[in-house]
């Protein structure tokens, strides 16, 4: 199993382009979770899914958008990015029921705008 | 005010120099806490759940423990190996019980 995949590794992109960041997990999970890390600040979650087809907003949704058209699929999706959005962007995953919740994460996705 | 609290911010230890690491929490009931290692550059990954006080988990060099109010991550005999950033996170009961809040993490240094 690969776990939870992220493309891609890398991404500069300029003050208002879009892109789309894609996340995979092959674990059957439930729940899958957006989160982006900055120096100083700690994990913050920016968006979730409780199953196929669900999205809600986290701590700091603005800006972005999310689509989970398929069950092992997640996309994070910036619509016109600033610079405010550089940061270091993970994918979790986890089932929904305890003592299986733990989420698992990707390798992430480092983003500069410009 | 932050929910999770995690200390020191830094610790740099000598191959085999036993320590702990914390994090105090203040959500009003807990869920479960969890412990995880993240590398430089790579996704946190996960070592421990702990759901409830006095509970205790173990694997290789580390043991975490938890009371009402905070958990430790307690390093034995540490080597080189171990030198990451220890995130704590705190799931909390009722409601949005999904959501994991993140303290801002230990960073660990071992010299051989």
């Known amino acids: 199993n690969a776990g939870v995949t992220q493309t891609p590794k890398f991404r500069v992109l300029k003050t208002g382009q879009s892109m789309t960041l894609l996340c995979a997990q092959d674990?059957?999970?439930?729940?899958m979770y957006w989160y982006r890390q900055d120096p100083g600040m700690g994990l913050r979650l920016i968006h979730y899914?409780?199953?196929?087809?669900?999205?809600a907003k986290g701590e700091v949704p603005d800006g972005y958008n999310v689509s989970r058209l398929k069950k092992q699929n997640f996309l994070l999706g910036l619509e016109s990015a600033a610079p405010s959005q550089t940061s270091v962007y993970f994918c979790?995953?986890?089932?929904?029921?305890?003592?299986?919740?733990?989420?698992?994460f990707g390798p992430g996705t480092r983003l500069t705008v410009l | 005010e932050d929910q999770v609290t995690q200390s020191p911010e830094a610790l740099r230890l000598q191959e085999g120099e036993s320590s702990s690491l914390n994090c105090s929490y203040t959500?009003?009931?807990?869920?479960?806490l969890f412990w995880y290692r993240q590398d430089p550059g790579k996704g946190p990954e996960f070592l421990f759940t702990?759901?409830?006080a006095g509970e205790e988990k173990e694997k290789e060099r580390l043991k975490a423990t938890l009371t009402k109010k905070e958990s430790f991550l307690h390093i034995t005999a540490p080597k080189p190996e171990d030198s990451a950033t220890y995130l704590c996170?705190?799931?909390?009961?009722?409601?949005?019980?999904?959501?994991?809040?993140f303290g801002k993490g230990t960073l660990l240094t071992v010299n051989p």
């Open positions: 959500v009003s009931g807990l869920r479960g």
């Open positions: 996170a705190v799931q909390e009961d009722g409601g949005s019980n999904y959501k994991l809040t």
């Open positions: 979790a995953s986890s089932y929904s029921t305890r003592p299986l919740d733990t989420q698992y």
């Open positions: 899914s409780v199953g196929e087809g669900t999205t």
């Open positions: 674990m059957n999970h439930e729940y």
């Open positions: 702990l759901y409830s």
